[in-house]
């Protein structure tokens, strides 16, 4: 009953006309994603060129983070409105690397959530533990804090509505992938956190994806898990067959 997801963050890689050619070919290898739901999610400056790609597909387009407010003096933000307007139907909230690099807290995710779900945007909430959290057994309460402090205050059809990507930091890029068990696991304890919240109904419709060096070579074991609702793709997804392989796997 929940339709899987595979989203490719783009993170920041291709300028506008280079995205604009990843795009038509993502657009050519998947002419017709069948009971799946497929996402793009380009650099801020290429989703107005990529959005004109991917106009009349079965693709959808996606940000990689945003402001909470809806307008205002915050100089380099985007509001849900502004890529609501631009044809965006999910934004990235809580990446790992805004996290780590850029200050992002429980509690930004938390706004950033509720304005993306206030826009009619499909928020695409990022949790997941370091490794030395993992080695130190810190994980499954590290990432269940994540989840609490993301979904504090909303309200349960808009949990309903959102979806969740478990991205262990340690995966991130470095080629090592958590278990199709490993994965399972947390993704179980995820939803044990969102039914203890929000009801089991709830938490039986939310999509958890799972993100961290997923490869056409992995993705097959890890999506046919059924706590694994789809992936959120990295570095595999800036080559359209690599990207390809994926959402067929998804599909198989
Ligand atoms: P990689 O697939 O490159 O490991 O990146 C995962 C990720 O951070 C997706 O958001």
Known sequence: ???????????????????????????????????????????????????????GSRIGLGAQDLHWAKEGPYTGEVSAEM???????????????????????????????????GSGLTPIICVGETLSERETGRAYHVVEAQVKGALSGLAPG???????AYEPVWAIGTGRTATPEQAEEMHAHVRKTIAGLF???????????????????????????????GALVGGASLQADSFALIVKAAMS
């Not at 609501?84 to 930004?108: K, P």
């Open 83 to 117: 890529l609501r307007d631009l044809g965006c139907r999910y934004v990235i909230v809580g990446h790992s690397e805004r996290r780590q690099y850029f200050g992002e807290t429980d509690e930004n995710v938390n706004k950033k959530s509720l304005a993306a779900l």
């Open 1 to 55: 009953m929940r339709i899987p997801l595979i989203a490719g963050n783009w993170k920041m890689y291709k300028t506008p006309s280079e995205a604009v050619v990843l795009a038509e070919e993502v657009v050519k290898e998947l002419a017709n994603p069948d009971g799946i739901d497929v996402v793009i999610c380009p650099p801020f400056t290429a989703l107005a060129a990529v959005a004109q790609v991917l106009w």
């Open 158 to 164: 808009q949990v309903r509505a959102l979806t969740l």
């Open 199 to 229: 009801g089991a109904d709830v938490a039986r419709g939310v999509r958890i994806l799972y993100g961290g060096s997923v490869k056409p070579e992995n993705a097959g074991e890890l999506l046919q898990r059924s706590e694994i609702d």
